[in-house]
C-alpha cells in the first residue's frame, strides 16, 4: 500500500481558486450585475478579478452544470431562462421538494425544526434587496436537507441555482413578498410540527404553485413587450 507521500493529491489551493472565482460570478449573475443573455469574457473577467483565465474557465464549468451560463461558440453567456424552461423547473422541484416535505415529517430532528423557524422569524424582517429571495431559497433548502434522503438533496442541489434565478425575480418585483413569504412557511412549518402530511403537502403545493404563477406571467408579460 503506497505511503502518502506517495500519492498524487489534486492541490486544495486550485480549487478554492475556482470555488472563489464561481462564487464571484454567481454573485455578480445573481446581483443583475451580468444580466440574462451577457456575454462573459474570460480575459476580462481573469484581469478584473488579479486571475489567470484557468481558474475562470473552471468556473464557467461549474456554472455551466448549475444552469447558470451556456456555451455558444463565441464563449459563456448567462442564461436566459424562457418560459419552457421556467415551467420544466417549477415541475421538477415541486416532485423533489413533495417527496421532501413528507420525508421531513416523519425523520427531521428538533434542530433541523428550529432552523427552519429561525430563518422564517428572519424572513419576515428582510428588507435588503435579495435578501428576502435568499432566505426562502435557504428554507427551501432546509426543509430538503431534513427528510435526510442524500440522493434527495444532491437532486435538488443541481437545480438550486436556477431555483434562486426565479426566486430573486420575485423579491425584485414585489414588495410584501418578504411578509407573504414568511406567512406561508409559517403554516407549513406548523403542519410538519402537527404531523399533518396532507396539510403540509398541499401548503407546499400551493405556494410552489403562486411561484410558478407569478414568475410565468412575468415572463409572458416580457415577452409581449419585446414583441410589441
Not at 464557467?60 to 464563449?75: F, I, K, T, Y
Not at 420525508?103 to 428550529?114: C, G, K, P, T, V
Amino acid at each position: 500500500m503506497p505511503g502518502i507521500h506517495s500519492l498524487e493529491l489534486k492541490q486544495v489551493t486550485k480549487l478554492t481558486l475556482t470555488d472563489s472565482v464561481a462564487e464571484s460570478l454567481r454573485s455578480a449573475i445573481f446581483g443583475r450585475m451580468l444580466r440574462p443573455g451577457q456575454r462573459i469574457p474570460e480575459a476580462q473577467f481573469a484581469s478584473k478579478l488579479g486571475v489567470s483565465r484557468a481558474p475562470v474557465r473552471d468556473a464557467l464549468a461549474v456554472l455551466l452544470q448549475e444552469g447558470l451560463v451556456h456555451r455558444d461558440q463565441r464563449g459563456a453567456v448567462v442564461t436566459q431562462l424562457s418560459r419552457a424552461d421556467v415551467d420544466e423547473i417549477s415541475q421538477l422541484r415541486l416532485a423533489l421538494e413533495r417527496l421532501a416535505i413528507t420525508l421531513a415529517i416523519r425523520n427531521a430532528s428538533d434542530e433541523q425544526l428550529a432552523n427552519l423557524a429561525e430563518n422564517i422569524r428572519r424572513t419576515a424582517r428582510a428588507s435588503a434587496v435579495g435578501e428576502a429571495g435568499e432566505l426562502d431559497l435557504k428554507f427551501h433548502e432546509l426543509l430538503v436537507r431534513a427528510a435526510n434522503n442524500r440522493r434527495l438533496l444532491d437532486g435538488w442541489l443541481a437545480l438550486r441555482g436556477q431555483i434562486r434565478l426565479l426566486l430573486l425575480q420575485m423579491d425584485h418585483d414585489d414588495a410584501k413578498y418578504p411578509r407573504h413569504t414568511a406567512d406561508a412557511h409559517g403554516r407549513m412549518l406548523q403542519a410538519m410540527q402537527d404531523r399533518n402530511e396532507g396539510l403540509a403537502v398541499q401548503l407546499l403545493e400551493q405556494q410552489l404553485e403562486n411561484t410558478h404563477q407569478h414568475v410565468a406571467e412575468h415572463y409572458d408579460l416580457k415577452m409581449q413587450i419585446a414583441e410589441a
